[in-house]
């Protein structure tokens, strides 16, 4: 239901619960004993969004190398954002998940202090910092769940490790490394 839901608000359509119940074969009754109203509903995806998102960045672990951390963080944000476009749309269009997505980003503060840390990165508010690296994220993201835009994300996350001090040599290697840890957690089912 939520998923149905999510989608009929990305794609604009008024969310209703005749309309949601249509689309799932229930009755509208479902609607209200699950959720209370049609603000229970959006409040299950955004809910249900950031809850995924929050599960899929724990998998990505701490090493000895924070920037390719850092950059895993990016893949795997990139990675729900592709494979869950509707809840996205619903989690950053409304507002209404602002706690939990500050949560989710937490890690990301985190482990910004940890490149700070190990002279990767200047000295710089790791909390903008982490900011700064998941507007721009983001923004890519959704530019390409909206087509104007087709990968390149190896390169926009040096561009901005180099951005936050980190050298070109140094950057590059850990977004490769970023890349394989990508695709160990893709191939064990955790991404």
Not at 79 to 97: C, E, I, K, Y
């Amino acid at each position: 239901m939520v998923e149905v839901a999510a989608r009929l608000l990305a794609q604009g359509d008024t969310l209703t619960a005749r309309r949601l119940c249509s689309e799932i074969g229930s009755s509208t009754i479902t609607v209200y004993t699950r959720f209370g109203s049609m603000g229970g509903v959006v409040r299950a995806i955004v809910h249900d969004g950031f809850a995924r998102l929050a599960d899929m960045l724990a998998q990505v672990g701490r090493t000895s190398d924070p920037v390719a951390d850092l950059a895993l963080y990016g893949r795997v944000y990139r990675h729900a954002a592709l494979t869950n476009p509707h809840l996205f749309a619903v989690m950053f269009g409304r507002g209404a998940g602002r706690v939990e997505g500050r949560y989710a980003m937490g890690r990301v503060v985190e482990c910004v202090s940890r490149c700070v840390t190990a002279g990767r990165f200047r000295e710089v508010d790791a909390g903008l910092c982490a900011h700064q690296l998941w507007i721009s994220v983001h923004g890519l993201v959704m530019l390409e769940n909206g087509g104007y835009v087709a990968g390149g994300l190896a390169e926009h996350l040096v561009s901005l490790l180099v951005g936050a001090g980190d050298s070109f040599e140094s950057a590059s290697e850990s977004v490769r490394v970023s890349g394989e840890r990508f695709g160990a957690l893709q191939s064990s089912g955790n991404g």
